[in-house]
C-alpha cells in the first residue's frame, strides 16, 4: 500500500513541474468538460462479469473528457494526451470508475520510476530550431522536433526524451506521447485505461483484462501541419450532442499465460481476444460543469463489486494521489463525488 506521505509526493512531484500551479484545479488534465450519457452493457457482457453495469440495464453515466496538460491555458490544439474519465452511476454510494486516455501504454512502471521520471522530465526552454540543425537531424535519420506553437515557450519534450533513451520500458509510452497530436472531437479519440484489472464471471471465473473505449464516429486528428486551433474542443462536443448523442464501444482485452498484469509500459498481443462489453451513449455537454465536471473525484481504484484491481503498482499509486489531489482541491464536501 502506497502512504500518504508517498501520495503526497507523487502530486507534489507533479505541481513542482507546472508554470503556474492552479489552487482548487486538477494539477494535470486541468481544462475539461463534463457530459452526460448512458451506458448499456452488450449481452454477452454479463457472462464475462458481475459488476452491475454489465447487468444489460441502462446505467447514467458522468463523464469528464480533458487535456493532459496541467494549468489553465486551453490549448486544445496542442499535441498532447486526452482523457476520459467515465462514473458509472450503479446503485449505491460510490459508483464505478474507469479512467482512460489516448496513450495506449504508460510510461513508467512503478512510483521509483515516477519519481526519476519527475525530476529528468522538467520544463525547460523550447525554440524553433535553425533550418541547418533540421538538415543535420534528417541526415542522422532523426525527425526533427516540431517548431514551437504560437506561445510555447517551455516543455517537457526534451527531458521526456532523455528518459526515454536511458530506459528501453519507457520509449513505446514516450514515443506515442511525442506524436499523439490533437483530435478533431473528444469524441474522435480511443482512450485506454492501461492497467490490467481482474473480472470475475457468474461461474467464478476470474480474467485478467483491459478496457479501453473506442469511438463510433472513428478516430479523426487534425492537421498537424496547420496552426493550433485554441478552445474548440468544449463548443465541438456541446453543439455535435446538440445534433445528434455520440457514441463509444467498450472493448474488454481478455490477457493470456505471459501477458504483463502489473506492468502499464508492456502491449499485450494484438491477437487476444477483445470482447464489447457495452455502448456509451454521450446525450448533452452538462449545463452546471462545476457539478459534473470539476468537482467530481475519479479515482481507477474506485470499482463495483465483480471488477478488482492488479497488483499494478502504478494503479495502487493512483488511490491515494487521487485522494490527496481531491483534498488538495476542495476537500471533503467532495467526498465520494
Ligand atoms: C503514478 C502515476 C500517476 C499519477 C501520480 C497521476 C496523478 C494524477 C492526479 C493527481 C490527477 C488529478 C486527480 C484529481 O484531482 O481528481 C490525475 C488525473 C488524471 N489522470 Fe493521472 N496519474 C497517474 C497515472 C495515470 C495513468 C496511468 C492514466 C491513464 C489511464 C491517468 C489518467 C488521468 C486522467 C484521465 C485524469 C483526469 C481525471 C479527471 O478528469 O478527473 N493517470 N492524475
Known amino acids: 500500500m502506497v502512504d500518504t506521505s508517498t501520495a503526497k509526493q507523487l502530486v507534489q512531484a507533479i505541481i513542482d513541474n507546472l508554470e503556474q500551479p492552479v489552487p482548487g484545479r486538477r494539477p494535470v488534465h486541468t481544462i475539461g468538460v463534463g ?105 542522422q535519420l532523426k525527425i526533427p522536433p516540431r517548431n514551437p506553437y504560437p506561445d510555447e515557450t517551455k516543455n517537457v519534450d526534451e527531458g521526456a526524451l532523455r528518459y526515454a533513451n536511458r530506459h528501453r520500458f519507457a520509449q513505446l509510452g514516450i514515443f506515442q506521447v511525442g506524436l499523439i497530436g490533437a483530435p478533431e472531437s473528444y469524441a474522435r479519440a480511443s482512450y485506454h485505461a492501461v492497467h490490467t484489472f481482474w473480472v470475475t464471471a457468474p461461474d467464478g471465473v476470474r480474467r485478467p483484462v483491459r478496457f479501453s473505449w473506442q469511438p463510433v464516429a472513428g478516430v479523426r486528428n487534425t492537421d498537424p501541419k496547420a496552426v493550433p486551433r485554441d478552445r474548440y474542443l468544449f463548443d465541438e462536443l456541446r453543439d455535435r450532442l446538440q445534433r445528434w448523442p455520440a457514441r463509444f464501444m467498450l472493448m474488454m482485452t481478455i490477457g493470456e499465460e505471459g501477458d504483463a498484469l502489473d506492468d502499464p509500459t508492456k502491449p499485450w ?69
Open 269 to 337: 498481443p494484438g491477437t487476444r481476444i477483445r470482447v464489447v462489453m457495452g455502448t456509451l451513449t454521450l446525450l448533452k455537454v452538462s449545463e452546471d460543469q462545476e457539478a459534473d465536471g470539476e468537482r467530481i473525484s475519479f479515482n481507477p481504484n474506485r470499482l463495483a463489486p465483480g471488477i478488482e484491481v492488479s497488483n499494478d503498482p502504478i494503479l495502487e499509486a493512483r488511490l491515494g494521489a487521487y485522494e490527496v489531489s481531491r483534498e488538495m482541491r476542495g476537500g471533503c464536501p467532495f467526498k465520494w463525488r
Open 35 to 139: 457530459v452526460k450519457g448512458e451506458f448499456v452493457a452488450s449481452d454477452v457482457a454479463c457472462t464475462y462479469c458481475i459488476a452491475e453495469h454489465f447487468n444489460g440495464k441502462p446505467v447514467r453515466v458522468s463523464v469528464r473528457f480533458s487535456n493532459g496538460l496541467g494549468g489553465v491555458n486551453q490549448h486544445d490544439g496542442w499535441s498532447d494526451v486526452r482523457g476520459m474519465a467515465t462514473r458509472f452511476h450503479i446503485s449505491g454510494e460510490r459508483g464505478s470508475d474507469l479512467i482512460a486516455t489516448t496513450l495506449g501504454e504508460f510510461f513508467v512502471r512503478n512510483v521509483d520510476d515516477f519519481f526519476e521520471f519527475s525530476k529528468i522530465a522538467k520544463r525547460e526552454k523550447y525554440e524553433r530550431r535553425p533550418w541547418w540543425r533540421k538538415v543535420w537531424d534528417l541526415l
